[in-house]
């Protein structure tokens, strides 16, 4: 017996002391992967978890983390936890996260101006306006753009139309008159509260609720789904519902780590944005109208319906800021939104006969 488990044993020896020696010589065997750390996205962003950026970034985690089988784990950081506005954009062109969806109107900072188009007051009319830009060939060339900024432009989310608050009742331009209006990073939203005779404040996201609460500023404007998710609606008494400009998100990644991506991954990833885009998208129409309901029902802000009048006066009052910031925009950019959409914005008709109602 002892001496077959010797024979054995030097046999077994035999062959596998050169197999193994072959294997070191050929570097890590198939299994080797299954086992290695896995490639890890930190996704930060600045908004609450459970709004349509929040459960579209853990959406997209479930996708990948479950297609890839292990291979990409996604880590995902909400509420400013991480970074704020500017340092969320620097992080990422630094590579300490890999993927972000910050609002168009915060690229300005780091020198990608086209966004800034977005933030023209009454660009557009409804989603499928906004649709016919972020997904045809003019969102396409803008992501196209990031390139150069060290970034890969994937795709954009719906966040939805923005309202006006504030303490004081708003309805026409007059009302805004020498407010301080926090903003978001852009010129033109800048340009959009200086062309109401308000002063703006640009100030990052995880400001905006005490900025609003301790006077620091005395209005904002924001999506529904933002000022009910952050509570603005506490701090504030008077909602208009303007619906004077819209908002989108960029979802970006750091362009050294996509390039640096086995091409199977590359292509997972996408398809997992694709998909995420369309769960976004379908979130944040329903989730706007939602928000406002919460925001009424909660009883603790006015929200004020406006008349066409009002709402013509308005638009008059803004239409201006799209010839103004033109130059920084890009007047090519502008004149193929204004095609694509159907024409620059014109005042609508003056209504008759309509009361200007607070409600
Ligand atoms: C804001 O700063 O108001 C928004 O852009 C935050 C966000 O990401 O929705």
Redesign the pocket.
């Known amino acids: 017996m002892g001496s077959r488990v010797h024979c054995f044993k030097s046999a077994f020896r035999a062959q596998t002391v050169p197999l193994v020696l072959a294997a070191l010589a050929l570097g890590p065997v198939q299994g080797a992967q299954d086992t290695a750390a896995p490639i890890v996205i930190r996704f930060s962003?600045?908004?609450a978890a459970d709004?349509p950026?929040g459960k579209g970034a853990e959406y997209f985690k479930r996708l990948v983390e479950q297609r890839s089988q292990g291979r990409i784990r996604v880590e995902v950081y909400p509420n400013s936890q991480l970074y704020k506005?500017k340092e969320e954009l620097e992080a990422l062109q630094l590579g300490s996260v890999q993927m972000l969806?910050?609002?168009v109107?915060?690229f300005g900072p780091i020198g990608v101006k086209e966004f800034e188009a977005f933030d023209l007051p009454y660009l557009f009319d409804d989603y499928a306006a906004v649709h016919k830009v972020t997904r045809g060939p003019i969102g396409e060339s803008m992501l196209g753009h990031l390139k150069s900024h060290g970034m890969i432009g994937l795709s954009f989310w719906d966040?939805g139309f923005k309202e006006f608050t504030a303490n004081t009742p708003l309805r026409r331009p007059e009302d805004f008159k020498g407010l301080k209006m926090?903003v978001?990073s852009s010129k033109v939203l800048e340009a959009q509260m200086r062309a109401l005779g308000a002063v703006p404040q640009v100030?990052?996201?995880s400001e905006?609720y005490q900025a609003l609460q301790t006077g620091v500023v005395d209005g904002?404007?924001?999506?529904p789904?933002?000022i009910f998710t952050q509570k603005l609606h506490e701090v504030q008494r008077y909602l208009l519902l303007s619906r004077h400009g819209y908002?989108a998100?960029v979802v970006v990644a750091n362009r050294k780590f996509w390039d640096s991506l086995p091409a199977d991954l590359r292509r997972t990833l996408e398809q997992a944005v694709d998909e995420t885009t369309r769960y976004v998208d379908g979130l944040s129409e329903r989730d706007e109208s939602a928000s406002l309901e919460a925001i009424r029902a909660s009883g603790r802000i006015r929200i004020i319906e406006m008349t066409a009048d009002e709402r013509n006066s308005l638009r008059k009052v803004l239409q201006p800021v799209h010839r103004q910031m033109q130059g920084r925009i890009g007047r090519d950019v502008l004149e193929s939104i204004y095609a694509a959409t159907g024409g620059d914005p014109k005042p609508a008709e003056p209504a008759r006969g309509l009361p200007a109602a607070v409600r």
Do not use: C, Q
């Open positions: 962003h600045v908004v709004t950026k506005d969806a910050p609002s109107s915060k966040n926090r978001k100030l990052a996201f905006v904002a404007e924001n999506t789904i933002n908002d998100y």
